[in-house]
């Protein structure tokens, strides 16, 4: 998209308005592992005085979209092991604790049965949503209903007192992304199992830290987990959660440049998601971000037959090559 | 075992002092799915006064024993699905019920704090210890701290008001045989699982009918799954609950028969696995049975490395030839 604005105001005027830096990421799907150490080792190429990142989407088809904010994640795997192999579930079972259950305790203990989080402290950085943020969203072209027949789901289910684009975009969660343990195949076999698995992640959101809410987190599971098992909690990837002010100049110019390419003014939202290098960007360089994306939600990110609607594609180059020229502007 | 003690009379009185009809079960592992039927069949052929099968262990190294009780099974698997594909858990982490977080709240209300299982009216019809079995296991040499050293559990765990044998022979369980959801490979992949699903099984002791407990089970786990998942629970294979008394005539002679092989009164104990036939026997040709087995604990039931200890085989012959000449006295 960008390439093809670039080439547009080449082929136009013969020159751009602004100079333009381009920074690659093939890793950001995968936690970033080296962008840090790269950017900090090009501090000097890398001067700017704005970050512009394709990789948010557009609320809907026919909503352009400017996003001012994103969440962080801390991601974990909790390992428990019960004895030293599998047992036969008739001469062993009642004297030994089983790991699959006392994982299912462990994670049942994470969330109250309004969807609240149970880690003590886990809130105390949250920063509350604005009035205007919860009335802006409510205006939003949203319809719960079909929202969740998109989804498949019987109902949608979050922490009680928000609304889903609340819950989704301005508050931090508990997930269980995969668990493991015992038998799985097909049919019947009555094991004990000698260990169980689960990996776990939280979305943060502003202003909360992902190492303070990762020592929270581990200081919780030993604290529930009982001494029947052997834990074993690992920390993996993760990243800060980003917020701007929708009245910054750029995303500011960023509005305008959107009216341009998409013929309607945007929404300004936030983003369930996490893009780390934005907070990278950020705390580096000082570098302030514009998030300036034309997916759809239901374009299949991260699964099969990932895809992008070419109009929106058209529009965002041609609102991309009116951006070079509002930043110029100031 | 048995065709060595009857080789052995042929061999030396020329004859046996009674009748024996043989039965060869090829599928008891896998719940005897046709066994029933070929009983039921077969009546006629299976006239008899007693059964005797050898399939229950010893209860140690040089402790011959006589088992009178076995464990009954019911076995479930639950499936639960959230959505109809697995969803990127930033974009949509709040919004919607995770499956595998309402599987892990589903199995931790099937216990309390203390190990004992939920389930209303789960308990009601187990036949309490009685003071002289509990007398009896209390003497039988049995140490906790080597015997959780040698399963490699940090420490042993059951219902709370129960020692551990008294826990694995006459008190039901409730276990998580095999659980899987998401993403469960190497690294971390941050996703919301479509489903999640369990294996799990409940040990019934005498009078719990598996029937009847089946559907206490599948009452409780409707009443106990939220509205925000579709839930499938899926009975599999089970049995009853058996138990004799041990001054029963035939426990009594295989007692001296023991004594006969191995030089030592055996202990009678009961047996926390489950060999459903015995209940079949019992029911459908109103037959006593006499579990003579002589495997050990530590021979790998069920799991690589199975084995037998030859002395205890040995030692077994002799006691089944006298078995029959026992029976035959009456």
Partial sequence: M????????????????VN????????????SANLDNFVKGH????????????????????????????????YFQIDLRGTK??????????????????????????????GRIKIPGFYDDVRPLRDEEREQWKRLPFNEKRYAKELGAPRLFGES??????????????????????????????????VAMAKVSMRLVPNQDPDKIAKLFEDYVKKVAPKTVE?????????????????????????RAIEKGFGQKPVFNREGGSIPVVATFQEILGLPSVLFGVGLPDENAHAPNEK??????????????????????G
Wanted: net charge negative.
């Fill in 2 to 17: 960008h390439f093809k604005a670039i080439e547009a105001h080449l082929k136009q005027n013969g020159r751009l308005p």
């Fill in 20 to 31: 333009i830096r381009i920074i690659l990421e093939g890793e950001e799907e995968v936690g």
């Fill in 43 to 74: 501090k000097d190429d890398l001067k700017a005085d704005v970050v512009v990142i394709s990789d948010s989407p557009m609320f809907d088809r026919g909503v352009p979209s400017i996003c001012y904010g994103l969440r962080g994640l801390v």
């Fill in 85 to 114: 192999s599998d047992l036969h579930s008739g001469s062993f079972g009642g004297a030994v604790a089983n790991p699959a259950m006392v994982l299912a305790n462990v994670l049942a203990q994470m969330k109250d049965r309004g």
């Fill in 161 to 194: 007192g928000y609304s889903t684009l609340e819950r989704v975009w301005a508050r931090p969660t508990f997930e269980v992304n995969g668990i493991l343990g015992g038998f799985t195949g097909e049919g019947a076999k009555t094991v004990i199992p000698a």
């Fill in 231 to 255: 834990l074993k909690v690992t920390r993996m990837h993760g990243g800060k959660p980003w917020m701007t002010d929708f009245d910054n100049k750029y995303v500011q110019a960023a509005g």
């Fill in 308 to 329: 992008l609607d070419l109009g929106n594609f058209h529009g965002g180059v041609i609102a991309s090559a009116f951006l070079y020229d509002e930043i110029a502007r």
